[in-house]
């Protein structure tokens, strides 16, 4: 059985608004790019299928989706102890990226509309679906008697630069992996209805279909750009990109155990199936994509996670901040070194894959 540190009780802002978490490697990042640089993409090379797409953005088909049914309308104070503490956080972590989705792609849009109106059209739709799931997710948190501050998260969050490239390939892997986490607890919740304690739940399998459509984007828009999948630089930001988001997704489902033994899902199954069905998945736009079914990946992936909780227990002690630095100094290598075994493993060819992948 995995063991995760108990999750916190929830920290305020003011009254009734949650503290935004502490900023990690491992919460929600915020992120900026060069705009100029992406208003210039020429897709003219895959103009068809983004255009395809676009339209069906425009069709807009969970927009009555989103709505706050009679199962919402009720007292939620029967959910409590760490069940209630590990869901709040499931809402707060989801909402603050959807909500980094939707300020990147407002954005976008918004520079993009002169020089680039096509890909300005799809960033604009996009930002709708984020600015839904985000709000949606806000109001759940309200049923716990808290909510965010996204203004304040707007102002008060730190944005990280990532290159257009970067960016194309960090978002489609967030799209995708974020399908596959919705897709995945949504049919197990409906095969396994007793652990369906909040009906959120049961609005996974349309909210899903966003992130499908968006991640079906950024792989039309990667395939439209020869250098982000036809050269050996692209094949080694593939590999490092898709081991990051495996990396920090292992971690993450760990390091949160007892939100998903809380509706009946055992956490490394769960983690090890959402992976299997990303990586597959990316066949469909990356060059390449890693070995799953290599002896080591996932023990090393878990490893990582080992690592990592000890990181955390260093940084909870009253140790001085140089005794600490020494002390994580062998959990960070071992990290680092675990990382790079993966990396390493020989990758699967997915130019050559690319007929049979479903």
Same mark, same amino acid.
């Given at each position: 059985?995995?063991?995760?540190?108990?999750?916190?009780?929830?920290?305020?802002?003011?009254?009734?608004?949650?503290?935004?978490?502490?900023?990690?490697?491992?919460?929600?990042?915020?992120?900026?790019?060069?705009?100029?640089?992406?208003?210039?993409?020429?897709?003219?090379?895959?103009?068809?299928?983004?255009?395809?797409?676009?339209?069906?953005?425009?069709?807009?088909?969970?927009?009555?989706?989103?709505?706050?049914?009679?199962?919402?309308?009720?007292?939620?104070?029967?959910?409590?102890?760490?069940?209630?503490?590990?869901?709040?956080?499931?809402?707060?972590?989801?909402?603050?990226?959807?909500?980094?989705?939707?300020?990147?792609?407002?954005?976008?849009?918004?520079?993009?509309?002169?020089?680039?109106?096509?890909?300005?059209?799809?960033?604009?739709?996009?930002?709708?679906?984020?600015?839904?799931?985000?709000?949606?997710?806000?109001?759940?948190?309200?049923?716990?008697?808290?909510?965010?501050?996204?203004?304040?998260?707007?102002?008060?969050?730190?944005?990280?630069?990532?290159?257009?490239?970067?960016?194309?390939?960090?978002?489609?892997?967030?799209?995708?992996?974020?399908?596959?986490?919705?897709?995945?607890?949504?049919?197990?919740?409906?095969?396994?209805?007793?652990?369906?304690?909040?009906?959120?739940?049961?609005?996974?399998?349309?909210?899903?279909?966003?992130?499908?459509?968006?991640?079906?984007?950024?792989?039309?828009?990667?395939?439209?750009?020869?250098?982000?999948?036809?050269?050996?630089?692209?094949?080694?930001?593939?590999?490092?990109?898709?081991?990051?988001?495996?990396?920090? @997704?292992?971690?993450?489902?760990?390091?949160?155990?007892?939100?998903?033994?809380?509706?009946?899902? @055992?956490?490394?199954?769960?983690?090890?199936?959402?992976?299997?069905?990303?990586?597959?998945?990316?066949?469909?736009?990356?060059?390449?994509?890693?070995?799953?079914? @290599?002896?080591?990946?996932?023990?090393?992936?878990?490893?990582?996670?080992?690592?990592?909780?000890?990181?955390?227990?260093?940084?909870?002690?009253?140790?001085?901040?140089?005794?600490?630095?020494?002390?994580?100094?062998?959990?960070?290598?071992?990290?680092?070194?675990?990382?790079?075994?993966?990396?390493?493993?020989?990758?699967?060819?997915?130019?050559?894959?690319?007929?049979?992948?479903?």
């Amino acid at each position: 059985m995995v063991k995760s540190l108990e999750t916190p009780e929830p920290q305020m802002l003011k009254p009734g608004i949650k503290a935004p978490v502490q900023e990690t490697l491992l919460t929600p990042r915020f992120y900026t790019t060069d705009f100029a640089a992406m208003e210039k993409l020429d897709i003219s090379a895959n103009e068809t299928e983004l255009l395809a797409i676009v339209e069906e953005l425009r069709a807009d088909y969970n927009r009555h989706h989103f709505v706050r049914d009679d199962e919402f309308k009720q007292c939620w104070d029967g959910i409590q102890g760490e069940t209630r503490r590990s869901f709040i956080d499931f809402l707060e972590r989801s909402c603050t990226s959807e909500f980094s989705g939707f300020l990147l792609f407002k954005e976008l849009s918004r520079r993009l509309k002169e020089k680039n109106p096509i890909l300005a059209e799809a960033f604009q739709l996009m930002a709708r679906d984020e600015a839904r799931h985000a709000g949606f997710l806000n109001k759940s948190m309200a049923d716990f008697n808290l909510s965010l501050d996204l203004s304040y998260l707007t102002k008060n969050r730190t944005y990280t630069f990532f290159p257009p490239e970067w960016i194309i390939y960090t978002v489609y892997l967030s799209e995708k992996i974020g399908y596959w986490r919705y897709i995945l607890m949504y049919r197990h919740l409906q095969k396994n209805p007793q652990y369906q304690f909040y009906p959120l739940f049961r609005k996974f399998e349309s909210w899903c279909q966003d992130e499908n459509r968006h991640g079906d984007f950024f792989k039309a828009l990667l395939r439209s750009q020869p250098k982000l999948w036809q050269n050996w630089k692209a094949r080694l930001w593939v590999r490092f990109f898709l081991l990051t988001v495996f990396v920090t @997704h292992t971690i993450t489902v760990f390091e949160r155990a007892s939100f998903y033994q809380s509706i009946g899902i @055992h956490p490394r199954k769960y983690n090890q199936q959402v992976i299997r069905e990303t990586n597959n998945t990316a066949a469909r736009a990356f060059p390449l994509i890693l070995d799953t079914n @290599h002896p080591e990946f996932f023990w090393r992936l878990e490893q990582c996670f080992e690592n990592n909780q000890k990181l955390a227990e260093i940084n909870k002690s009253d140790r001085s901040k140089f005794v600490k630095f020494w002390l994580k100094v062998p959990a960070i290598a071992a990290i680092i070194w675990h990382m790079l075994r993966i990396y390493l493993v020989k990758p699967i060819n997915a130019e050559l894959t690319r007929e049979t992948v479903l």
